[in-house]
């Protein structure tokens, strides 16, 4: 096989960006020989940029079309289950958008059709798993330079977004379009990230606060306390309503302190394990000793480049994908964790029970507003 064919169902502001990409020659084992949108001012723009190549209204035609080898899922939330399942039964290699769908349950039955054809490639667009801070990151922690984690402290508030931004699509910012707010739209590459870091919490506590900071029915401010079973805690802070917000990373372990910020990753790294230092040092008020210095990386950060040039050579060569699309039920069950936890009032135990959330969910979204389609698509550039 030579170049993939690749059919891209949804040219919004994300499939957009991935077809500019593709056509700056960036992924050069990448073809894009079809393309689907309900918009039309969207199939418009594929004939302008993409000239001669099939266009398709629903995401079904196109993978029933034979014009690919695989698909790149990039429309709402509730629809990358449903269209993954029938893209793999169609013999078709997938790659999902985040997040990997709205509900645990949902996403589970398409993980269980990825199983059912191993011969497929299904990945998931965890891009920020491609920067190099985060990639030594857990290479230090796998490799025991932080000692056992204690805590974790992600504070992630600049994803400000005006009233515009969620007037620009009858989806956006409603329960029944969305599934959900900050949580579900911007924040599912910080919460992959958190599990593929330092592992599943067992228990959460969170306060989602709906429509505090915009005009909108979901969450756009949201604290969240984690206990994960060997005794560690973190706290997970994140809003669109912070300006100019922070992103700090904070991350202590036995043996030190690492902080990701300004794309920096710095380690301030003790000379004794604290745990053996609180046993036998004979003064009271005395800390261990420390160095602190920023940490070297190979400085690559291919973003969504990278994760569709991994997708790629998976596919040709049986190269190592940036996720596997199973993996992304991981960060959809702390977002619906802490949902459930602010929904009820109390903490929630995972796993948790995926029926009442999916039961909770159905009847806000029974109760969802209706929002007039908007026509508006944004240049992502910059943005996660």
């Known amino acids: 096989m030579g170049k993939l064919r690749l059919g891209i169902i949804g040219v919004g502001n994300i499939g957009t960006g991935h077809a500019e990409n593709i056509l700056a020659g960036l992924c050069p084992e990448l073809e894009i020989t079809a393309a ?50 029938s893209a793999l039964r169609h013999g078709l290699h997938t790659m999902v958008e985040k997040p990997a769908g709205v509900y645990t349950l949902q996403v589970r039955e398409m993980n269980e059709e ?43 508030t600049d994803w400000y977004r005006t009233q515009k931004y969620y007037d620009s699509g009858a989806w956006r910012a409603t329960w029944a379009g969305e599934g959900g707010g900050v949580l579900l739209n911007q924040c599912p590459h910080q919460l992959d990230l958190l599990q593929w870091l330092c592992g599943m919490p067992v228990r959460v506590c969170a306060f989602c606060h709906e429509g505090k900071w915009h005009d909108i029915e979901v969450e756009d401010d949201v604290t969240a306390c984690l206990e994960y079973a060997g ?50 040092c004979p003064e009271g008020f005395r800390k261990p000793e420390s160095e602190t210095a920023e940490v070297e990386t190979d400085g690559e950060n291919p973003q969504h480049v990278g994760v569709l040039n991994a997708f790629a050579a998976h596919i040709l060569r049986g190269e190592p994908l940036v996720a596997d699309g199973r993996e992304g039920i991981r960060g959809l069950m702390l977002s619906n964790a802490m949902h459930l936890s602010s929904w009820l009032g109390k903490p929630v135990d995972l796993p948790f029970d995926e029926q009442l959330f999916k039961d909770l969910l159905m009847e806000r979204c029974r109760h969802s507003r209706h929002k007039e389609e908007a026509d508006i698509t944004f240049d992502t550039k910059g943005s996660y």
């Open 36 to 85: 689907a949108d309900r918009r039309e001012s969207r199939r418009a723009w594929i004939r302008e940029n993409l000239p001669g190549i099939p266009v398709f209204t629903e995401g079904e035609e196109l993978i029933a079309s034979g014009q690919c080898d695989a698909v790149l899922i990039c429309v709402p939330h509730y629809q990358h289950p449903p269209l993954a399942v």
């Open 114 to 156: 990825a199983d059912r054809h191993p011969e497929l490639t299904f990945g998931m667009m965890f891009n920020q798993r491609t920067n190099c801070v985060y990639r030594k990151l857990k290479e230090m922690i796998d490799g025991g330079e932080l000692g056992t984690i204690k805590r974790v402290s992600w504070l992630i």
């Open 231 to 280: 005794g560690a805690t973190g706290v997970f802070v994140t809003t669109t309503g912070d300006a100019p917000g922070t992103n700090r990373l904070e991350i202590t372990g036995t043996l030190g302190k690492m902080v990701c910020e300004n794309d920096r990753l710095v380690f301030s790294r003790l000379k004794t394990d604290e745990r053996v230092w609180c046993a036998s």
